[in-house]
């Protein structure tokens, strides 16, 4: 039904003190864009599909229904993210209480579906980060992720070592699913930092005339077998943001575009074709607003500017810049100035508009961000 992956507003919108989720945010959660059938980010999820299927026919189980409400030890703790690590700040994070998340990663899923046994998986769903305001970044986006684990046999007969058995797999299939997507491209592999892979990598494509970023990925820590019912076994796994790859892949300039209703957007894709350029059909001048403030003496961040930002203007910003900053040297205050870009993907907007939002934005600093207007 249009319902899978709803979640009750009580659920999520809780009284709890750490809770720090916006009712802009929450209006995001069931709109599940990865599982309607002519929208980019499906199609996209769809040709990967198709890539893994013709390699290994009826291995892969796809899962792209588990729900974005997650517990802090699926997200986190079960995947070895360090305790002070950044991703686990409420700077960073969505928490709905000290337990639960709206997941940060679909790597959140990667040990309840090995305890239930699965040895070869994808995984697509929405996730969720705080984080700053421009063309490519949004607070919920979509991932998919793949593991694979191999028994023992596996590189005993290769006769090599596991962990780079596992290295030699995991880049043959990921270089295959980017030429199947991208067509002849050059890739490289660069070293890269997960907790939960040793060693990890990203893999980038040379693609109109730039090395682009496509996914991270590595060996699956062997810990994260061990005590998931599948000890002695090796694995690996990766993880890639379908907005980016669509957003090279479609030619599709500006990231909120995913969640526009307007026909002139959705008419252009359709299920099973990955040949679509996107055409823009509107380009209306962006209106700069900036405001200036001194900061509190604490608790101040950009991220935190942001969410107020969308959660009164929603899609109608399209950036927030820092364009100065300075230290009072008698008061020690500081000040910064944000220059807010706001700009419709659909339709121009009125001064009148622009002018209540802007104050909404600048009432809501004052009284939630504590931050002394200038
Ligand atoms: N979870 C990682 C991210 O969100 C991606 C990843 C998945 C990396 C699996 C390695 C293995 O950036």
Not at 8 to 20: A, G, H, I, K, W
Not at 174 to 181: F, N, Q, T, V
Not at 227 to 242: D, E, I, Q, T
Not at 277 to 289: D, E, G, I, M, V
């Amino acid at each position: 039904s249009a319902e899978v992956g709803t979640v009750p507003r009580e659920e999520v919108l809780t009284s709890d003190p750490y809770n720090n989720v916006t009712e802009n945010i929450f209006s995001k959660i069931g709109a599940n864009l990865h599982l309607r059938p002519d929208h980019p980010l499906c199609i996209l999820k769809e040709a990967i599909y198709t890539y893994f299927d013709d390699v290994q026919p009826g291995l892969w189980r796809k899962f792209d229904d588990l729900k974005p409400v997650v517990t802090t030890k699926a997200n986190f703790d079960e995947v070895l993210v360090p305790a002070d690590h950044v991703s686990r700040s409420p700077n960073d994070t969505y928490y709905i209480d000290t337990d639960t998340v709206l997941r940060c990663h679909t790597s959140a899923h990667q040990t309840e579906l090995l305890r239930q046994g699965e040895a070869a998986f994808l995984v697509t769903g929405d996730v969720y980060r705080r984080d700053s305001i421009d063309q490519s970044h949004y607070p919920v986006f979509h991932q998919m992720e793949a593991l694979r684990v191999y028994k023992p046999e596996a590189w005993e007969d290769a006769g090599v070592e596991g962990t780079q058995h596992m290295v030699t797999k995991l880049k043959t299939a990921l270089e295959g699913m980017a030429k199947h997507l991208f067509g002849d491209v050059e890739c490289r592999w660069v070293d890269a930092y997960f907790p939960f892979t040793d060693p990890s990598f990203e893999l980038e494509i040379y693609f109109n005339g730039e090395w682009l970023e496509v996914l991270g990925c590595g060996v699956v820590e062997q810990q994260i077998l061990d005590k998931n019912g599948w000890s002695g076994h090796k694995a690996w796994a990766f993880g890639l943001g379908l907005e980016r790859l669509a957003m090279i892949k479609f030619a599709i300039n500006d990231i909120r575009l995913f969640w526009s209703s307007d026909k002139r957007f959705t008419q252009q894709f359709k299920s099973g074709d990955l040949n679509t350029q996107f055409k823009p059909y509107s380009k209306f001048p962006p209106c700069f607003k900036d405001v200036s403030f001194w900061l509190p003496s604490d608790g101040f961040t950009e991220n935190n500017l942001c969410e107020v930002v969308r959660d009164q203007a929603g899609d109608l910003v399209e950036s927030v810049t820092l364009v100065d900053a300075f230290t009072h040297p008698k008061t020690g205050k500081t000040s910064n100035c944000f220059r807010i870009a706001y700009r419709s993907m659909d339709r121009s907007l009125t001064d009148e508009e622009i002018n209540g939002l802007q104050d909404g934005v600048r009432t809501s600093l004052s009284d939630k961000l504590l931050v002394e207007l200038r």
